[in-house]
C-alpha cells in the first residue's frame, strides 16, 4: 500500500522530505511533484529500484529514456560531459523550468546507462523535487506519469494517482494538482539546438 503524504511546496516539511528521501534511498519508488506533471522516480544508484521502474513502464532498463532530475546545475559534471559555454549558458538562462535537455553522457553514468551516449537533464522549478535531491545526495531517475485514458494524457489528481499505483510504489506526495503538460525536451548534442517534443516550457534559446 503506497502511503500518501501531503506537502505544501511553499513550506515543505523537511522531516517529511527526509523521510522520503530514505525510502528513495533504500530502494523505494516515489510519485512526486515537479513543475509540470508528477513524475514517478527512484535513486539513481539503486539498481533494483530501477529495473521496477522500467518494468513498470514496459521498457528494457538499459533502453529506458529516464530523466535525471537534478537539484541545480552543479550535479551536471558528475554525468555530463564537459560542455562548452554557449551551452552552459541556454541551461543557465532556462533552468530551473519545464525543460529536459539531451545531454551528451560520460563515463561516471551508472552501470545500467553505461552504453548510453546521451542523458536528459530536468531541474524542475519545485522546491518540493529540489529539495528530495538534496537530501537524498544524487539525482532521482524519472519518468512522467502518463494516464491510461485516451483523451486526458496526464493524470493530474494526486489521489487519484495515488489510488491506481497504490500497490506499484512505496510513497505519493500530494502537492495539489498536478500540470496536464508535459515538460518541453530539447536535444543540445547537435550544433543547433533540436526541438524533440514541445511541453509547457518556451525555451530561451
Known amino acids: 500500500m503506497a502511503e500518501l503524504i501531503k506537502l505544501y511546496e511553499e513550506n515543505p516539511s523537511e522531516k517529511e522530505i527526509k523521510r522520503i528521501a530514505k525510502v528513495l534511498k533504500d530502494g523505494g519508488l516515489v510519485i512526486y511533484p515537479t513543475d509540470t506533471v508528477y513524475g514517478l522516480g527512484c535513486d539513481i544508484n539503486n539498481t533494483k529500484a530501477l529495473e521496477k521502474i522500467a518494468r513498470l513502464k514496459g521498457v528494457k532498463l538499459e533502453k529506458a529514456n529516464f530523466s535525471f532530475v537534478c537539484e541545480n546545475l552543479s550535479n551536471l559534471s558528475e554525468y555530463v560531459a564537459q560542455l562548452d559555454s554557449a551551452t552552459f ?15 551528451p553522457g560520460n563515463n561516471n553514468l551508472p552501470s545500467v546507462f553505461k552504453k548510453k551516449k546521451t542523458v536528459g537533464i530536468r ?16 539525482p532521482i531517475i524519472s519518468t512522467s506519469i502518463k494516464d491510461d485514458d485516451d483523451v486526458v494524457e496526464y493524470t493530474t489528481d494526486p489521489e487519484l494517482i495515488a489510488e491506481k499505483w497504490d500497490k506499484l510504489v512505496d510513497i505519493v506526495i500530494d502537492a495539489g494538482y498536478g500540470d496536464n503538460m508535459a515538460s518541453t525536451v530539447i536535444d543540445l548534442t547537435q550544433q543547433e539546438p533540436e526541438l524533440i517534443r514541445q511541453g509547457k516550457g518556451s525555451a530561451n534559446i
Open 89 to 103: 549558458k541556454i541551461l543557465k538562462r532556462n533552468l530551473p523550468g519545464p525543460y529536459t535537455f539531451i545531454l
Open 123 to 138: 531541474v524542475p522549478d519545485n522546491k518540493i523535487a529540489q529539495m528530495l535531491v538534496q537530501h537524498l545526495g544524487n
